[in-house]
């Protein structure tokens, strides 16, 4: 048995009768089969075990259980990994299985080299290759192979020999950097008076420690990002959102993508606010979720502008026959009133606020309650 890449198997006892061939077979096993894991002896395993429990094809009939279930035989294979194949001690399931499937034939495991393995090891080798390097000459090492001639017509335009390259980005900001008098020179400028003198205040050592310059540019942060004046910012903002290999990528996304190369102070809140003026993005690009409401979205500006109610109960009943109570809170000043109640309908509930609360501190702007069934339907429009 040779199992270097392919399987093939062959049944030496038949060339003692002469006149009949002696059987045998090749496999390739598919790519994603072929090693697993890096594991040998799954691979090498698979080439035992087809070829003594498996059914084959009528082309593959030696290879059936009758012709080696009663007999003692000797396989012989060019991997050293299945000579220990009935000594591991491995909890392995397919092991395991393997074992138990192998435990009915009476055989030995020898090592043969590959040397000596000629036979199965022809089989296993691919014929397309072992042909194609029987055609090859020597003429083939020597001479370089002949160009193919050109179609007398082409099928797509002739680009040009010299073809003339636009300025990529970061040429376009370092540029901008040179011409910008507002911020990057007089920041070079004091960068470079800085090396002479000693930083002596707390803002120069933290302006030495965020911003360097190298070959007259402005850089930002350990990983010498660009510092990108005021004027060719738009011009990062569309490469990196409403180009086309950007893709009109999400807020974080476009932030991330800028700050792998560039840097500005205010780079985050504008790349949100030129997202959000996207005509593209806001037509087509839906939100992930409703926007969150606010913790306190009714702020009261005045007492008894804005109530909470809530009912408590059920308690012991009293003499009168209340068995709840009304809790009515002002959130304005935190005053909270609390009415007996024998019952808690929504007429009751209403009618207490109309009596005790409406007379006394006007109508309140909103009430507001847990939704119960006491605070819904028409007694409350």
Request: charged share 30%; with cysteine.
């Given at each position: 048995?040779?199992l270097?890449?392919?399987?093939?198997?062959?049944?030496?006892?038949?060339?003692?009768?002469p006149?009949e061939?002696?059987p045998?077979?090749?496999?390739?096993p598919?790519?994603?089969?072929?090693?697993a894991?890096?594991r040998?002896?799954?691979?090498?395993?698979?080439?035992v075990?087809?070829g003594?429990?498996r059914?084959?094809p009528?082309?593959?009939?030696?290879?059936?259980?009758?012709?080696?279930?009663?007999?003692?035989?000797?396989?012989?294979?060019?991997?050293?990994?299945?000579?220990?194949?009935?000594?591991?001690?491995?909890?392995n399931?397919?092991?395991?299985?393997?074992?138990?499937?192998?435990?009915?034939?009476?055989?030995t495991?020898?090592?043969c080299?590959?040397?000596?393995?000629?036979?199965?090891?022809?089989?296993?080798?691919?014929?397309?290759?072992?042909?194609e390097a029987?055609?090859?000459?020597?003429?083939?090492?020597?001479?370089?192979?002949?160009?193919?001639?050109?179609?007398?017509?082409?099928?797509r335009?002739?680009?040009?020999?010299n073809p003339?390259?636009?300025?990529?980005?970061?040429?376009?900001?370092?540029a901008?950097?040179?011409?910008?008098g507002?911020?990057?020179?007089?920041?070079i400028r004091?960068?470079?008076?800085?090396?002479?003198?000693?930083?002596q205040?707390?803002?120069?050592?933290?302006?030495?420690?965020?911003?360097?310059?190298?070959?007259?540019?402005l850089?930002?942060?350990?990983?010498?990002?660009?510092?990108?004046?005021?004027?060719v910012?738009?011009?990062?903002?569309?490469?990196?959102?409403?180009?086309?290999?950007?893709?009109?990528p999400?807020?974080?996304?476009?932030?991330?993508?800028?700050?792998?190369?560039?840097h500005?102070?205010?780079?985050s809140?504008?790349?949100?606010?030129?997202?959000?003026?996207?005509?593209?993005?806001?037509?087509?690009k839906?939100?992930?979720?409703?926007?969150?409401?606010?913790?306190?979205?009714?702020?009261?500006?005045q007492?008894?502008?804005?109530l909470?109610?809530?009912l408590?109960?059920?308690?012991?009943?009293?003499?009168?026959?209340?068995?709840?109570?009304?809790v009515?809170?002002?959130?304005?000043?935190?005053?909270?009133?609390?009415?007996?109640?024998?019952a808690?309908?929504?007429?009751?509930?209403?009618?207490?606020?109309?009596?005790?609360?409406?007379p006394?501190?006007?109508y309140?702007?909103?009430?507001?309650?847990?939704?119960?069934?006491?605070?819904?339907?028409?007694?409350w429009?």
């Amino acid at each position: 048995m040779d199992l270097e890449g392919a399987r093939s198997r062959r049944l030496p006892q038949y060339e003692d009768r002469p006149g009949e061939p002696a059987p045998a077979s090749s496999a390739r096993p598919r790519p994603a089969v072929r090693i697993a894991n890096g594991r040998e002896w799954r691979r090498d395993g698979r080439g035992v075990i087809p070829g003594e429990r498996r059914r084959r094809p009528a082309s593959h009939h030696f290879l059936r259980e009758p012709y080696l279930e009663d007999k003692a035989f000797v396989l012989r294979t060019d991997s050293k990994v299945l000579t220990w194949l009935n000594q591991m001690k491995d909890k392995n399931a397919k092991l395991t299985r393997w074992s138990l499937e192998l435990q009915r034939f009476s055989f030995t495991i020898e090592h043969c080299p590959g040397k000596k393995n000629e036979l199965p090891d022809l089989l296993s080798r691919d014929p397309d290759v072992v042909r194609e390097a029987a055609d090859a000459s020597d003429d083939d090492d020597i001479l370089p192979p002949t160009p193919a001639a050109p179609p007398a017509t082409a099928s797509r335009p002739v680009l040009a020999a010299n073809p003339i390259e636009a300025p990529s980005l970061a040429e376009e900001v370092r540029a901008a950097q040179r011409r910008d008098g507002a911020f990057t020179q007089p920041a070079i400028r004091l960068l470079q008076d800085l090396q002479v003198h000693p930083p002596q205040h707390g803002w120069q050592r933290g302006f030495v420690g965020n911003y360097s310059t190298e070959d007259g540019l402005l850089f930002f942060g350990p990983a010498k990002k660009l510092y990108v004046p005021e004027e060719v910012r738009p011009r990062v903002l569309y490469e990196h959102h409403d180009a086309t290999l950007a893709g009109h990528p999400g807020e974080d996304e476009t932030v991330r993508s800028i700050q792998d190369q560039f840097h500005w102070a205010t780079l985050s809140r504008e790349t949100r606010g030129y997202i959000k003026q996207c005509l593209l993005c806001a037509q087509y690009k839906r939100r992930p979720h409703q926007p969150e409401a606010p913790l306190r979205p009714r702020q009261p500006q005045q007492p008894f502008e804005v109530l909470a109610c809530d009912l408590l109960g059920p308690y012991p009943e009293t003499a009168a026959g209340n068995k709840y109570i009304l809790v009515v809170t002002d959130l304005f000043t935190r005053w909270v009133e609390a009415f007996p109640l024998r019952a808690t309908t929504a007429a009751d509930c209403t009618r207490r606020l109309e009596e005790e609360i409406f007379p006394r501190w006007g109508y309140p702007r909103a009430v507001i309650t847990d939704n119960g069934p006491q605070f819904l339907g028409r007694t409350w429009a």
